[in-house]
């Protein structure tokens, strides 16, 4: 009965909610449209983003400002799900928001790497990240050097690590974002405990996050060792340090797998494999994403009144947006609509 009376709230926002997210028709009727314009105007008619696409100058139809509209919904739905949150829920959508953080962060250094003529545009994330978030935007728009991008981090849990890599004067962008990834996990992994005194709800979350460390590793090994050809200790050193099904020992088999044919014999033999029934029709990423789509509603479908309801909410919010991006991509480069609904790919709700 708690976590009912706890969780009522919420529950029927986010049914409210997701009853606005776009539909398989809609995402099929989406990759026929030939221009921004078009998918503005497609936009314009949803209620999830009526409101923001209304308000764009016609001078600011183009991809980029569409995806920072996109990116408003997301924040806006967060909002929502926060204020009708418990304190202990709110406690959760905090360790939650790290992966808005580090999102935020990685594009930063894309720009301070990239040396762009105009460095940032995160006007549209300010009043989100200064209400919700301990980064300063205000500081992170000054930085012009990874040096002073750091320092403006100053403040904040990501200094220390990525202080080390800046100290070291051989870093690339590659080794910033791989850092930001690894301690993002270690630290989600570490205090979902501290965060989580209900038991469903520490077991909900420590299989969904122990899920996703296994399947990003999983798919860290093959993209090394397809597209790399990476040695094992090499391979060691980008992937998560922690495990949840994926035994050590398989693990390690993965890593040290002489032949990318090899490790896909390997891979039959993991939990994930016979789970998910993962096979060589899909790419490693359509794999990740539709694993863990089905575990999200899986989680959601056992326990809606968890925080199961808020984070496969705020997954099918993000997948949506990257699906529409996706998009957004296709028809920038004149695909046809074939062609952009193989790239979308994965489950559509």
Same mark, same amino acid.
């Given at each position: 009965m708690g976590?009912?009376?706890a969780y009522?709230?919420?529950?029927t926002k986010?049914?409210a909610?997701?009853?606005?997210l776009?539909?398989?028709?809609?995402f099929?009727?989406?990759?026929?449209l030939?221009s921004v314009?078009e998918?503005?105007s497609y936009?314009?008619?949803?209620?999830?983003?009526?409101d923001?696409m209304n308000?764009?100058?016609?001078?600011l139809?183009?991809?980029?400002?569409?995806e @920072?509209i996109? &990116?408003?919904?997301? /924040?806006?739905? &967060?909002?929502?799900i !926060?204020r009708?949150a418990g304190l202990e829920?709110k406690?959760?959508l905090k360790?939650?928001?790290?992966r808005y953080?580090?999102?935020?962060?990685n594009y930063? *250094?894309r720009?301070? !790497?990239?040396?762009?003529d105009k460095p *940032?545009?995160?006007d549209y @994330?300010?009043? !989100? *990240?200064d209400?919700?978030?301990?980064?300063s935007?205000e500081?992170l728009i000054t930085?012009r050097?990874?040096g002073e991008?750091?320092?403006?981090l100053?403040s904040t849990? /990501?200094?220390?690590?990525?202080r080390?890599?800046?100290d070291?004067?051989?870093?690339?962008?590659f080794? &910033?974002?791989?850092a930001?990834?690894?301690y993002y *996990?270690?630290?989600v992994w570490k205090?979902r405990?501290?965060?989580l005194t209900?038991?469903?709800?520490?077991?909900?979350y420590?299989?969904d996050?122990?899920?996703n460390?296994?399947l990003?590793?999983i798919?860290?090994?093959y993209?090394? @060792?397809? /597209?790399y050809h990476m040695?094992p200790p090499?391979?060691y050193s980008?992937?998560?340090p922690?495990?949840?099904?994926l035994?050590?020992?398989?693990f390690k088999?993965?890593?040290?797998?002489?032949?990318?044919e090899e490790f896909?014999?390997?891979?039959?033999g993991?939990y994930y494999?016979?789970?998910?029934h993962?096979?060589?029709?899909?790419?490693?990423?359509?794999?990740y @994403?539709?694993c863990l789509?089905?575990? &999200?509603l899986?989680?959601r479908r056992?326990?809606?009144?968890s925080i199961?309801?808020?984070t496969t909410?705020? !997954?099918?919010k993000?997948?949506?947006?990257?699906?529409l991006?996706t998009?957004?991509?296709?028809?920038r480069?004149g695909?046809?609509?074939?062609?952009?609904?193989g790239?979308?790919?994965?489950?559509?709700?």
């Amino acid at each position: 009965m708690g976590n009912l009376m706890a969780y009522s709230g919420i529950v029927t926002k986010v049914r409210a909610m997701q009853a606005k997210l776009l539909t398989r028709q809609d995402f099929e009727n989406i990759a026929s449209l030939r221009s921004v314009p078009e998918i503005i105007s497609y936009l314009k008619e949803k209620p999830a983003y009526a409101d923001l696409m209304n308000q764009m100058d016609v001078s600011l139809y183009h991809r980029r400002h569409v995806e @920072k509209i996109l &990116y408003q919904s997301l /924040y806006d739905d &967060y909002t929502r799900i !926060f204020r009708f949150a418990g304190l202990e829920q709110k406690k959760f959508l905090k360790l939650y928001l790290k992966r808005y953080e580090v999102d935020l962060i990685n594009y930063c *250094f894309r720009i301070v !790497f990239n040396h762009y003529d105009k460095p *940032f545009d995160l006007d549209y @994330k300010k009043e !989100f *990240f200064d209400k919700y978030s301990q980064i300063s935007i205000e500081k992170l728009i000054t930085s012009r050097s990874i040096g002073e991008l750091v320092d403006n981090l100053q403040s904040t849990e /990501y200094y220390a690590p990525l202080r080390k890599l800046r100290d070291s004067n051989a870093a690339t962008l590659f080794d &910033y974002d791989l850092a930001l990834e690894l301690y993002y *996990f270690s630290t989600v992994w570490k205090k979902r405990k501290q965060i989580l005194t209900n038991k469903k709800e520490l077991e909900i979350y420590t299989r969904d996050c122990g899920t996703n460390m296994d399947l990003l590793n999983i798919q860290w090994i093959y993209r090394a @060792k397809k /597209y790399y050809h990476m040695l094992p200790p090499d391979i060691y050193s980008l992937t998560i340090p922690n495990h949840y099904r994926l035994r050590i020992d398989e693990f390690k088999a993965l890593v040290e797998a002489p032949t990318l044919e090899e490790f896909e014999h390997l891979l039959e033999g993991t939990y994930y494999a016979r789970k998910y029934h993962i096979d060589n029709s899909k790419t490693m990423e359509q794999l990740y @994403k539709e694993c863990l789509m089905h575990l &999200y509603l899986s989680d959601r479908r056992g326990n809606p009144y968890s925080i199961a309801t808020i984070t496969t909410y705020l !997954f099918l919010k993000e997948e949506e947006i990257y699906k529409l991006t996706t998009a957004l991509e296709c028809i920038r480069y004149g695909l046809s609509s074939r062609e952009t609904l193989g790239y979308l790919g994965g489950v559509i709700q």
